[in-house]
């Protein structure tokens, strides 16, 4: 199959190229020349199959460079032990009669970005050996929390590869910063930056810029590279777990075969549901995809005008990992409804002004495919309140900002479709913002709140998290932006 980027249809390559890559050179997203169908025999052949398998049976389609056997081992590796519930890595939790919730949590660092970063260092080595690239791979990466953790989890002791992760000193939460500095494996780094995630980020960006540098390493062996949200290799496993959940849903008679569902996503950089409208053009029986924002509501605002606009005051709210202005992987479904020529000519004029207008024909095709809703920190912790009081659910505050847009949709179209709802991060993992939506003081440090929040709920917290404390700290050091090159080129020594 091939692949081009979304500003230009002349860049083609193969998958193996594309996750290489990462990005096109043209600076645009690489994206499916054609986006494969499936039957409705081959959705009903996946009811009675695990999670893994499912997964074999949906990359196929997408990676003809590989085989079953290849993906299978690489499935069986990523979604295997390393998630705490074995066979359903995407477990699906009835709510009441048409409100399920997909926990994309179970996996090592419990949050959602392990479902595609479990498996995506995999399909880079292997697509690295089918380019024919034989130097060792290095990732950096700069992170806010979740992603660099994930991302460790994923390249650890994976072999043909390191993995460098620097996070703002001041910039993470105390329990991600522990998750963090505890890692293990033999092929990791991770370094404190003085600064916030902003000086994390371009310090990273400029050592991949530095072609001196990149030189250097060549005659060491190593070339660097990224693990970033808009890979292809990252979005690719997530369109499985839409899928997964239909079939679950049949499987519990919770809707009949060819029903047709709704999913609600909280959003930010716009990967996650992007992979659920890949699945509805596949032939997924999806009626809505919704998109959920929090305080940050550029893309509610756009679903409503067609007017992209980054100029805007940027907030910092409970659900972190969605404070994002530019949401990167629109571009792809801009792309794949309004072309090329006029993304490249969008893309342009957000880079120059900060923002750009679809205009009502390609807002009318957006319409019939999205909803979008938005709602603030404290509607988000009354939200949780109110799951946890009136169905016993505990729900984070992602996915509590998704649970509230959901409820104010229903009320505004009348739309009653049964709708899953897209957990993304364990409430474990946010515990001070949780403890307080159910009206508890919280005056210790975030690792001390684990137990509290258990006591409060009776939820037996996810093991990853538990034996935080306990654990080695393996990584201290904390480095000027200005010598984070010295780090890497230290750790490659
Ligand atoms: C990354 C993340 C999101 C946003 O997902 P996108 O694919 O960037 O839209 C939502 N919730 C949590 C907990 C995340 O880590």
Redesign the pocket.
């Known amino acids: 199959m091939l692949y081009y980027s979304s500003r230009s249809e002349k860049e083609t390559c193969s998958a193996a190229q594309a996750i290489v890559k990462g990005l096109a050179s043209d600076g645009g997203l690489f994206m499916p020349a054609e986006i494969p169908s499936v039957s409705q025999d081959f959705i009903q052949e996946l009811l009675s199959l695990e999670y893994k398998e499912r997964a074999v049976r949906i990359l196929s389609l997408y990676l003809d460079e590989f085989t079953a056997d290849e993906l299978r081992n690489m499935a069986g590796e990523a979604y295997g032990p390393t998630f705490n519930e074995m066979g359903k890595n995407a477990p699906v939790r009835v709510l009441d009669d048409n409100t399920a919730v997909m926990e994309l949590?179970h996996g090592p660092t419990c949050?959602?970005?392990d479902m595609a970063l479990q498996i995506m260092p995999r399909l880079l080595v292997s697509s690295l050996r089918k380019t024919g690239e034989e130097r060792e791979v290095c990732i950096l990466v700069a992170t806010s929390?979740?992603?660099g953790k994930?991302a460790l989890e994923g390249f650890r002791d994976v072999p043909g590869t390191r993995i460098q992760v620097f996070y703002p000193e001041d910039g993470v939460s105390d329990v991600q910063k522990l998750q963090m500095r505890t890692q293990g494996g033999n092929n990791v780094s991770v370094c404190a930056v003085e600064g916030n995630f902003d000086d994390a980020q371009s310090g990273v960006k400029a050592i991949f810029s530095d072609r001196e540098f990149a030189e250097k390493l060549h005659d060491r062996g190593f070339f660097l590279s990224s693990a970033n949200?808009i890979n292809w290799g990252r979005l690719l496993p997530?369109i499985v777990y839409y899928f997964s959940a239909y079939c679950d849903l049949v499987n519990a008679g919770s809707i009949s075969f060819g029903d047709k569902l709704s999913f609600c996503?909280?959003?930010?950089?716009?990967?996650?549901?992007?992979?659920g409208w890949y699945a509805k053009r596949m032939g997924l029986p999806v009626e809505k995809l919704i998109c959920a924002s929090n305080d940050n509501r550029v893309l509610t605002d756009f679903f409503q005008t067609g007017v992209y606009d980054r100029n805007r005051p940027f907030y910092q709210t409970s659900?972190p990992?969605?404070d994002?202005l530019i949401?990167s992987?629109l571009e792809r479904q801009l792309s794949h409804l309004a072309g090329t020529e006029k993304v490249a000519q969008w893309m342009e004029e957000l880079k120059s002004n900060g923002r750009f207008d679809v205009g009502d024909t390609v807002r009318g095709l957006l319409g019939e495919e999205y909803a979008a809703g938005c709602c603030n920190a404290s509607d988000a912790a009354a939200e949780i309140a109110l799951q946890w009081n009136d169905r016993s659910y505990l729900m984070?505050p992602?996915?509590a900002v998704a649970s509230r847009v959901l409820r104010e949709y229903r009320q505004r179209s009348g739309d009653n479709t049964t709708t899953v709802i897209v957990s993304?991060?364990s409430p474990y993992?946010f515990c001070d913002s949780v403890l307080r939506a159910l009206g508890e003081e919280v005056n210790v440090p975030g690792t001390e709140l684990i137990h509290k929040l258990e006591e409060k709920t009776g939820w037996a917290a996810p093991a990853p998290l538990t034996g935080l404390k306990e654990r080695t700290v393996r990584f201290s050091d904390v480095v000027a932006k200005d010598q984070m090159l010295n780090a890497v080129d230290h750790f490659l020594k």
Do not use: E, R, W
């Open positions: 949590y949050a959602f970005k929390g979740d992603t994930a949200s997530q996503v909280p959003t930010g950089n716009f990967g996650d549901i992007l992979a659900s990992s969605m994002i949401s992987n984070d992602h996915t993304t991060a993992k």
